[in-house]
């Protein structure tokens, strides 16, 4: 009996088409779930015959990745909710497959059974690959979506993608050397819009060394209107997002794939790009942006830091894949001299490269236009991770790698600005996390002691103290250093705005990074003092210390049932109105139409909203030939796998409107 394909609607919603309603969205986001669920239940053939002949399942997974991937930092929108279980079973799909690759059971599937086998897939690698259900535009993808809330799961799948797929890895050098080519035509095309001149000194290109220059500083343009100023900041807020955008991408894909890294490490030229893009060209978008702007910098201001956080922590993974790599290779055998030694010569070549290319000059400011090496001693500790290898790799010694532990400490006392940055930013985060841990421990002691305080008249003796919540202080830590890293993004924000914020998008900084940017905020956010401090943490004995009566003895008694105020005052459902509550008319959620089942059950409706559904996502593939790659040499025979750019219009004759570039990756959307 031969298997029915599992039919899956194309993955749209209401954001990539307004006309989806919400009841139609929530019909296919069912089908979806019942469609992934049938599938997963599947034995291994049967699942890997879907995987290869139901087209339906790859056009669904593929543009799901993409989607999801680009709204990533929405997670506190509707439709991103009701998509829990979607990008459960997602996962759990790819997760499979990554399982049963080099399953006997697959392999005869691919070579010996019919119609499988007349396909001509080599292997279990070629198939996924000729399929499009494994790409270098899918594990980016599974890295930026699934990353950071599984790193090692998502680690171990794309280590075993690639090690089945070996051709994947070429992908990725071919996708890497686009990245280098788009980012320089992004700094070549800003120099020249910006600067007013082809700068000279290389300054923005990534390949001179420059010490003796100043790209910081561009060379000083002609007067222009004020129109003319609004319209550079423009088109610098757009290249400032693409730009986050790629990083982000790039970021995602080399935290979970110390193989990836590593070839960035290898790429002939993405290094170099790297640092000229981090030394010459950000000090200039930055300056444009956030110096000569009197309003508005505050968005641009979290992008730019974004950006950099990103950009450093590329390098920080790559370093990282150097030291995994090595002790990877070298398994039992650590002693080996000549590979001690190559991995200290990878080590500082790559450490003296960012010494050799960060224009080090007075009063540089952190993260506004200090160079790529000081910025990464002060927001990941460069000198303390090789400090950490020398005692755990190397055993305690290591002369070359030590010097550069001491150069790097010494950076931070080069100028007084590094200085002024590194005391604010040290006491910022010293104060919150003290803050935090003091109220903590007041409040052991207070629970210790059992001591009432006074401070005015009180309503009696307070009872005994409960048992403290443990869970609810370790959330407040948490919190804490969340906050922390949300005011790296936005210094200006009061800590408590900041939780309020993570409280409404369930500790979630990615959400509120997106919503902030965005200024889509719920009206209680919108209209909240966003300079409010945090209020500290109170346990029962605390709050019932603050409850004060008036002076007087006489306090008159009151019915706490007659001066009570709610919304059910008197009615039915009022617990203490004495009435019945009818079970029947309480609902938990949305009200809809009908029970779920009724609805799922009526086929002509399912149909209907199905329907609709396909028209839309008809109506969004009936567009006509998008040539907004051509100007850039990337046609559609051009093999890359990275989504990285979504447009790139170019007019080489005319320089007056701004060049529009964004992609698709990251909480910035800049389309």
């Given amino acids: 009996m031969s298997l029915t394909p599992v039919d899956i609607l194309p993955f749209v919603t209401p954001v990539t088409d307004p006309t989806i309603s919400e009841m139609d969205f929530s019909v296919a986001v069912d089908d979806w779930n019942e469609s992934l669920s049938r599938i997963l239940k599947h034995n291994t053939k049967a699942f890997w015959t879907e995987l290869l002949q139901n087209q339906s399942l790859s056009r669904f997974l593929n543009s799901f990745l993409g989607e999801y991937a680009s709204f990533r930092g929405n997670k506190g929108d509707i439709w991103i909710m009701e998509l829990e279980e979607v990008v459960r079973r997602v996962f759990m799909i790819y997760h499979r497959i990554a399982e049963s690759m080099t399953d006997n059971q697959v392999t005869t599937l691919i070579n010996e059974t019919q119609p499988i086998a007349s396909l001509g897939f080599d292997d279990a690698g070629s198939a996924l690959l000729d399929t499009g259900l494994v790409s270098t535009s899918v594990l980016m993808d599974l890295a930026g979506i699934y990353g950071s809330s599984d790193p090692e799961g998502v680690s171990k799948m794309v280590s075993t993608f690639l090690q089945n797929t070996p051709s994947l890895i070429g992908d990725f050098r071919t996708s890497t050397g686009t990245v280098v080519q788009i980012i320089r035509r992004v700094q070549k095309k800003f120099e020249k819009g910006i600067t007013g001149g082809s700068g ?166 952190p993260m506004f236009d200090a160079p790529i090496i000081l910025d990464l001693e002060i927001q990941f500790s460069l000198s303390e991770m090789l400090s950490m290898w020398i005692t755990d790799v190397f055993h305690g010694e290591n002369d070359r790698i030590a010097f550069w532990v ?160 709610n919304i059910f005052d008197g009615d039915e459902f009022d617990m203490f109105s004495g009435n019945q509550v009818d079970k029947t008319k309480m609902y938990r959620g949305k009200k809809g139409p009908k029970d779920v089942e009724v609805v799922l059950d009526d086929k002509e409706f399912v149909t209907q909203h199905k329907s609709a559904i396909m028209k839309a996502v008809e109506s969004m593939y009936d567009d006509e030939y998008d040539d907004t790659y051509d100007s850039m040499g990337l046609t559609n025979n051009t093999q890359t796998s990275f989504k990285l750019v979504d447009a790139v219009n170019e007019d080489e004759s005319n320089n007056t409107q701004p060049q529009q570039l964004a992609t698709s990756y990251g909480p910035f959307n800049c389309a």
């Fill in 200 to 365: 000279g000194s290389g300054a923005g290109k990534g390949k001179g060394k420059g010490k003796s220059v100043s790209p910081a500083v561009p060379a000083s343009p002609e007067p222009s209107t004020p129109e003319q100023d609004e319209e550079k900041r423009t088109e610098a807020f757009q290249y400032a997002s693409a730009l986050a955008n790629v990083a982000y991408a790039i970021d995602s894909i080399s935290a979970v794939s110390p193989t990836l890294a590593t070839e960035l490490h290898q790429h002939a030229a993405f290094m170099q790009c790297l640092f000229g893009c981090y030394n010459y060209t950000l000090p200039i978008l930055t300056k444009v942006l956030i110096e000569s702007t009197t309003g508005g910098e505050f968005r641009s201001q979290a992008v730019l830091n974004f950006l950099r956080l990103k950009m450093l922590s590329i390098v920080r993974n790559i370093l990282e894949s150097i030291v995994k790599d090595h002790q990877q290779t070298v398994g039992d055998d650590e002693d080996d001299e000549d590979s001690m030694a190559a991995l200290t010569d990878t080590i500082c070549r790559l450490v003296a490269d960012l010494d050799e290319q960060s224009p080090l000059q007075e009063d540089m400011v």
């Fill in 406 to 565: 001491e150069k790097l400490r010494n950076l931070l006392s080069f100028n007084p600005a590094t200085i002024t940055f590194l005391d604010e930013h040290n006491m910022r985060k010293s104060e919150k996390m003290a803050r935090a841990m003091s109220h903590l421990y007041i409040n052991e002691e207070k629970s210790r002691s059992g001591s009432t305080i006074h401070t005015g008249s009180y309503m009696g003796t307070p009872p005994p103290l409960p048992a403290r919540n443990a869970a609810q202080e370790e959330d407040y830590v948490k919190r804490t250093l969340l906050i922390s890293q949300l005011q790296d993004l936005f210094p200006d924000l009061g800590d408590g705005f900041l939780e309020a914020c993570l409280i409404s998008f369930k500790d979630d900084p990615e959400s509120v990074t997106m919503h902030l940017l965005e200024e889509d905020l719920p009206s209680d956010l919108a209209t909240m003092d966003r300079s409010t401090v945090r209020a500290p943490q109170q346990t029962a004995l605390d709050s019932m210390a603050l409850v004060q009566v008036p002076a007087h003895d006489d306090v008159e008694e009151q019915d706490v049932l007659s001066t009570r105020r």
